[in-house]
Structure formats: structure tokens, C-alpha cells
């Protein structure tokens, strides 16, 4: 039985098949194809959002990821699953928001230390993952959220400021208390959320509670891919926050041109306000500041604002989909409520989370 099933409110025996032996067994798919027609109902529903986020992933890189994990032979070690971690997480996080920003920042030595600048090239956050990583010492959530707060003060209020705390000790070593940083933090309306591999600590589920923020202990891999695929989407903004003022306020952007539209080598390209060279997009023009982007981008960024709608479920399966022409096996179809083209269950996630478009509904 799945331990967390009483928390969802989730029934475990709804989900009990029969096969045409007589054997009973556990239907999980039903579960995860209901979990996500109600997440995409829910995502419907949360029409502000903001397109630009800038996310500081704080890394856990004390004495406490050279530990090793009993029984665990046969698995990678701490600082291994670190990096597959953020690996994952940033390869699906510059997906969802091409326009955003994510940054490392690591705690060893008691202090925090800025390993990569906010940056919208996921080549910087990978190259990063394939260094060797400096380790050693004690965590200080103190020192580590102290320089988070200077490098989200030159961000710019449009911009939706969070931290994401990977930690893997049950300590820390601070030279102060945290309530002044944290004070400053809600100040600067910037979220705070934790991820602890070792346990709950009460200094982390107070920081994330005082920010707006939530705490999870994930159990294991699985579950630690499901929560950090969760930060990957923008936040709903709350109408009563002072964040929401924020939030709907224009953004000044560029689409910029290359420099020499006949070399395709050429990667230059000219600022539409200052005539300046500048790289390719998405970054902030080195003269002007402003923001510079693509079409792709802007649409990319645009599509958690203005999701495609939830597909209807419906047990009227057909034998062939009308998305990848293939014979659908499941009990269950979903059907476009606009067009009324049913679609299997690959392809309505796959609609949903990557085309955001439904190929049948006119455009």
C-alpha cells in the first residue's frame, strides 16, 4: 500500500484490477493518469504567473556528502546523485521557462560559496555538473541564504526571485541566528524552498513557512524527481501579495536581428534600442540592459499564462489514436473538448506538457 495514499485523500483499492487469469493486481497508471487531469485542471485555473523567475539552487556540499549510505553499494554516492539531481532538474527547468535564470550556490566550510551566476545557458549549468565538486567542512544555511540575498538584489522587481535548498545534513553551523536574513528576504518578496534528503530540520521549515515557501523530505529517487518537477513550473501569484503588483507590470523586452543574416556561423546579433552587438538569445544587451529574446522564446514563456485545456476522460476508447496513429490499449481515451478528437494517454501528456496545443483545434 502506498504510504502517502491517506495524505492525497487516494483510495488504494480503486486501483485493484483483475486479469483475465483471475489474478488481482495494482493498476498504478489509472492513479497517475487521474493525478495529472487534475493537475492540469488545477494549472488552468492559475492564470497569474510570472514569465521570468530567477531560482538559486543551494547545494549541500559539507563533510556530510562524503558519508556513505549503508547497504548502498551498488548505488551512486551522495554527491553522484547531487549532480543527477541538478542535472535533471535544470535540463527541465530551462524547458518550462526559457526565459528564466538558475544559479548554484554551495555551502562548505561554513560558508556559502557562488559556484555558477545566474544564467539562462543550460550549457553553464551542465559543464558545472561535470566538474569535480569541492566538499568538506560544515553547512551554514545562514551564510549560504546571506549570499543568495546579494545576488538577487540586482535582479529586477519584474522578476519572480526564489531559492531552492538541496541539503543533505541534520546541522548547521551558523555564526548568528537567521531571522535578519530572513526578514530581509520576505522583504524582497523571494520564496524559499527545501529539499531535505537527511530529515526535517525545524530552521528549514520555518524559513520556507515565514517565505511562502513548502519543505518535503522525499523517501527516494522517485519521489525526489516528483517534487523538483514541481518547482520547474511556475507559481501562481497571489492576488494578495505584494509580489502580485509586480507580476502584471509591463516587461520591457527586444527581439533582436542577427548582424549578418547571409553568414549562418555568425552567431552576433543587433540590439533593437542601442544598435549594439550582443549574443545570441536569450540575454540582456551589454550597453541598453534591456532583455533580448526570440519569438520562441516569448511563446515558450507564455504557455503556463495560457495552458492548453484539461482533455476530457472517457471510457468510449478508440482502436487507433488520432495523435500517433497507434492502437490504444488502455481503458481510458481523452477527448479535446473543442474538437472531440480522442487521444491516448502518451499523447495527452505529451500534448499537455510539451506541444501545449492540441494538432486538430485551429490555431
Not at 491517506?6 to 488504494?12: A, F, M, V
Not at 536581428?257 to 547571409?262: A, G, L, N, V
Request: proline share 7%; aromatic share 6%.
Amino acid at each position: 500500500m502506498d504510504p502517502v495514499s491517506w495524505d492525497t485523500g487516494t483510495l488504494p483499492w480503486e486501483h485493484i484490477r483483475e486479469n483475465d487469469d483471475g489474478t488481482l493486481f495494482v493498476d498504478a497508471s489509472t492513479r497517475v493518469d487521474q493525478d495529472f487531469t487534475q493537475e492540469r485542471e488545477d494549472l488552468g485555473k492559475m492564470i497569474v504567473r510570472h514569465m521570468i523567475r530567477c531560482v538559486l539552487v543551494i547545494l549541500d556540499l559539507s563533510d556530510s556528502m562524503e558519508e556513505k549510505e549503508a547497504k548502498a553499494s551498488n548505488k551512486p554516492g551522495r554527491t553522484a546523485f547531487l549532480k543527477q539531481t541538478l542535472r535533471a532538474f535544470a535540463r527541465e527547468f530551462f524547458d518550462q521557462n526559457s526565459l528564466s535564470r538558475l544559479g548554484v550556490i554551495g555551502l562548505f566550510h561554513s560558508e556559502g560559496h557562488i559556484l555558477v551566476m545566474p544564467t539562462g545557458n543550460l550549457q553553464d549549468i551542465l559543464s558545472f555538473c561535470d566538474k569535480p565538486l569541492e566538499t568538506g567542512g560544515e553547512p551554514s544555511i545562514r551564510n549560504g541564504l546571506k549570499t543568495a540575498h546579494i545576488v538577487l538584489r540586482f535582479i529586477p522587481e519584474y522578476v519572480s526571485k526564489e531559492i531552492l535548498i538541496l541539503y543533505s545534513s541534520v546541522r548547521t553551523c551558523d555564526p548568528t541566528p537567521i531571522g535578519d536574513v530572513v526578514k530581509d528576504l520576505k522583504e524582497r518578496s523571494v520564496r524559499c524552498f527545501v529539499v531535505s534528503f537527511a530529515g526535517e530540520l525545524h530552521v528549514l521549515t520555518k524559513l520556507a513557512l515565514d517565505t511562502s515557501g513548502s519543505h518535503h523530505v522525499p523517501m527516494n529517487l522517485d519521489v525526489t524527481q516528483q517534487i523538483l518537477s514541481k518547482f520547474t513550473l511556475p507559481f501562481p501569484v497571489d492576488s494578495s501579495s505584494h509580489s502580485f503588483t509586480k507580476a502584471i507590470r509591463p516587461i520591457p523586452i527586444g527581439i533582436p536581428q542577427r548582424s549578418s543574416p547571409e553568414d549562418v556561423e555568425d552567431n552576433s546579433f543587433i540590439c533593437p534600442q542601442c544598435l549594439s552587438k550582443t549574443s545570441q538569445p536569450p540575454t540582456d544587451c551589454p550597453v541598453c540592459g534591456l532583455l533580448l529574446i526570440s519569438a520562441h522564446h516569448l511563446s515558450r514563456s507564455t504557455q503556463h499564462i495560457f495552458p492548453l485545456i484539461a482533455f476530457n476522460q472517457t471510457r468510449d476508447v478508440p482502436e487507433i489514436c488520432h495523435g500517433c496513429t497507434q492502437h490504444v490499449s488502455s481503458q481510458f481515451a481523452y477527448e479535446c473538448p473543442k474538437c472531440q478528437q480522442k487521444y491516448c494517454t502518451n499523447c495527452n501528456k505529451f500534448l499537455h506538457e510539451t506541444l501545449n496545443h492540441c494538432p486538430s483545434c485551429p490555431a
